[in-house]
């Protein structure tokens, strides 16, 4: 293991550690689907680390693929935390919308 491989495995690492704690409130899903969607992106930047001499061995790819998902998936964790939200509070206007109409029919037919 090259010295370049030590720094990349302790980055990633380092990458882990300090995206471990927003990840405890991600589902288990939204990892696994960034993780697909995502491959060819660390494919890509892993062929391009790779030609430039800095990644040679699978002790740093394999790290640095899972740490790159992570930072992902702790950045893009807001925006469908928020999209949920923005959902289920829409749903509940509808519901309350419903109810209130039906309420009022029943006031008229009364």
């Given at each position: 293991?090259?010295?370049?491989?030590v720094i990349?495995?302790?980055?990633?690492?380092l990458i882990l550690v300090v995206t471990a704690k927003p990840l405890k409130k991600v589902p288990t899903w939204?990892?696994?689907?960034l993780a697909v969607l995502l491959y060819p992106v660390d494919r890509?930047?892993?062929?391009?680390?790779?030609?430039?001499?800095?990644?040679n061995s699978p002790w740093s790819k394999y790290p640095l693929?899972?740490?790159?998902?992570f930072v992902f998936t702790v950045l893009t964790a807001p925006v469908?935390?928020?999209y949920k939200a923005r959902r289920d509070r829409r749903a509940g206007?509808?519901?309350?919308?419903?109810?209130?109409d039906q309420d009022h029919?029943?006031?008229?037919?009364?």
């Open positions: 293991m090259e010295r370049t491989d990349v495995v302790l980055a990633a690492v939204h990892i696994v689907v890509v930047l892993l062929s391009v680390l790779e030609s430039a001499g800095i990644v693929l899972i740490s790159v998902t469908v935390r928020g206007r509808q519901h309350h919308d419903q109810d209130h029919d029943q006031h008229v037919d009364a």
